[in-house]
């Protein structure tokens, strides 16, 4: 079974500062995906950034950017020029893709790191 | 497109009583989900359905149960509510392809 592992509960940064927020995660497959979800106060999932393990090139979305290391199982966000509509949880997960059973395009979801943007 | 809708957005039950999570997509994707999120955790999946007819147990299964009759809808069951039912409850879609998950905006609900 896959694990994710993010060992930050609470970070928080300066309006316009960058803030890197660490994930790692347990898995023995070689073809999966990898997510970055944030959940603002309102509660609603957002998709942030996605990458795929076959891809060697670090996912980008305009000031969100992932350091994405499949050897040592990392899997980092890096959130540059930070704003206020920043301040939420942010959540690591994997999926491996339609590979039938239990785990059929199930997200794992890592314990969510609350991030808090101060102006 | 109105994505994925759920109802209610909040709900209070008593132990023991029963009700059903409305989870509503207009998107025509197969793939649906349903998970759990406890205060200050991670989402946990509770059932899943590739289809309309199909459907199957994710990680926290105990005392839900669900159907898919339509493509559209995926309703979750609680029977008999408990305390440990406490919790949100958020709906996911998913299409073909890209792999990311879309997801409703949640129904909180809480057993006193």
């Known amino acids: 079974a896959q694990t994710v592992t993010q060992s930050q509960p609470e970070m928080s940064v300066q309006e316009a500062e960058t803030v890197t927020l660490s994930c790692t995660y347990d898995?023995?497959?070689?073809?999966?995906?990898l997510f970055w979800y944030k959940q603002p106060p309102s509660r609603q999932m957002i998709l942030v950034i996605r990458?795929?393990?076959?891809?060697?090139q670090n996912a980008t979305e305009n000031r969100f950017s992932v350091n994405f290391q499949k050897a040592a199982k990392s899997f980092s966000l890096k959130i540059s020029d930070s704003q206020l509509g920043d301040t939420a949880m942010y959540f690591c997960a994997f999926m491996k893709p339609n590979a039938g059973g239990t785990s059929y395009g199930k997200l794992t979801f890592g314990q969510g790191t609350i991030l808090t943007v101060h102006p | 497109n109105a994505g994925v809708t759920q109802t209610p957005k909040f709900r209070i039950l008593k132990i023991g009583q029963s009700m059903t999570l409305q989870c509503t997509q207009d998107?025509?994707?197969?793939?649906m989900y349903w998970y759990r999120q406890d205060p200050g955790m991670g989402l946990k999946l509770i059932y899943y359905?590739?289809?309309?007819?199909?459907?199957d147990k994710g990680e926290v299964p105990n005392g839900y149960n669900v159907s898919r009759s339509t493509t559209e809808d995926f309703p979750l069951r609680l029977e008999l509510a408990a305390p440990s039912q406490t919790s949100v409850y958020f709906c996911?879609?998913?299409?073909?392809?890209?792999?990311?998950?879309?997801f409703g905006p949640g129904t909180r609900l809480t057993v006193t």
């Open positions: 990458q795929e393990a076959y891809k060697q």
């Open positions: 359905s590739v289809g309309a007819g199909i459907t």
């Open positions: 898995t023995s497959e070689n073809n999966y995906y």
């Open positions: 998107m025509n994707h197969n793939y």
């Open positions: 996911a879609t998913r299409g073909y392809g890209p792999y990311e998950q879309y």
